[in-house]
C-alpha cells in the first residue's frame, strides 16, 4: 500500500507571512489535490494537479500558489497569511480512472497570530 | 454545477441507536457517489462508494444507496457504537477528463456510550 506524507503537521505563522506546505505520495498516481478544510464547510478545493508540471486551479485559488515539480511531489503556498486564520489543509491523490477514489494525507493545520 | 448537500451538520446519538445521514446531489453526468469517514487527527477515508442506479454501498455496518431518481445516496447504520464518532463526507466523482470530486460539508457524529 501507499501513502500520503504532509509536513509540517502544524503551522504556525505570521500576519502577511509566506508560508509552503508539502506533500508527497508514493502511489505513483497522476492526480493530486489540495483541500481547504474548515469547519462547518467541508473540504474546497484549492489547486489540482493531473500531471508533472501542471496546475490547474479550484474554487479557492485566490491567495495560493501551487506547484508540481515531480509526479510524487505537490506543495502549496499561502502568499500571505491572514491575521486569525485557522485551517486544515488536506493533500489527497488519486489515479486518472474513473470512479477511483482520493486518498488523503493527515493534514497540515495551519494558525496565523 | 455539480454538488452535493449534507442536512445534517451534527449529530448525536447513544449506543446502539439508528444512524441516518442524508446526502442529495446535484450533477450534469452520471456520477460516482462516495462516502467517506474522518477519525480525529486524520484525513478523510473512503468507507465506500457506488457508481449505478440502484447499487448498494457498505462497510462496517454502514450502507448507502444509490438513487438516481431522488438523487440521494443516505447513509445508514442500524446500531451505532461509540467508535463510530468521526466527520463523515458524502461526495461526488464525474469523470471530466480527470478525476473531478465534490464534497458535502460533512456531518459529525458523536456516539454517547
Known amino acids: 500500500g501507499g501513502i500520503i506524507t504532509q509536513t509540517p503537521k502544524f503551522l504556525i505563522g505570521q500576519e502577511g507571512q509566506k508560508l509552503t506546505l508539502k506533500c508527497q505520495q508514493n502511489?505513483?498516481?497522476?492526480?493530486m489535490y489540495w483541500y481547504r478544510q474548515d469547519s462547518g464547510k467541508g473540504l474546497r478545493l484549492i489547486y489540482y494537479s493531473i500531471t508533472e508540471n501542471d496546475l490547474q486551479k479550484g474554487d479557492l485559488s485566490e491567495g495560493y500558489d501551487a506547484s508540481r515539480e515531480k509526479k510524487s511531489s505537490f506543495s502549496l503556498t499561502v502568499t500571505s497569511a491572514q491575521k486569525n486564520e485557522m485551517a486544515v489543509f488536506l493533500c489527497a491523490s488519486s489515479m486518472a480512472i474513473s470512479n477511483e477514489r482520493l486518498f488523503f494525507g493527515h493534514g497540515t493545520k495551519l494558525s496565523v497570530l | 454545477g455539480d454538488s452535493v448537500t449534507q442536512t445534517e451538520g451534527q449529530v448525536a446519538l447513544s449506543e446502539e441507536d439508528f444512524l441516518t445521514i442524508h446526502c442529495n446531489y446535484s450533477?450534469?453526468?452520471?456520477?460516482?457517489l462516495f462516502w467517506y469517514v474522518q477519525y480525529p487527527g486524520e484525513g478523510p477515508q473512503l468507507l465506500f462508494r457506488a457508481s449505478r442506479d440502484k447499487e448498494k454501498g457498505s462497510s462496517r455496518g454502514f450502507e448507502a444507496t444509490y438513487d438516481k431518481g431522488t438523487t440521494s445516496f443516505h447513509l445508514r447504520k442500524a446500531s451505532v457504537q461509540e467508535s463510530d464518532s468521526a466527520v463523515y463526507y458524502c461526495a461526488l466523482s464525474e469523470n471530466t477528463g480527470y478525476q473531478n470530486f465534490y464534497f458535502g460539508k460533512g456531518t459529525s457524529l458523536t456516539v454517547i456510550p
Open positions: 502511489f505513483n498516481h497522476d492526480t
Open positions: 450533477a450534469s453526468g452520471y456520477p460516482t
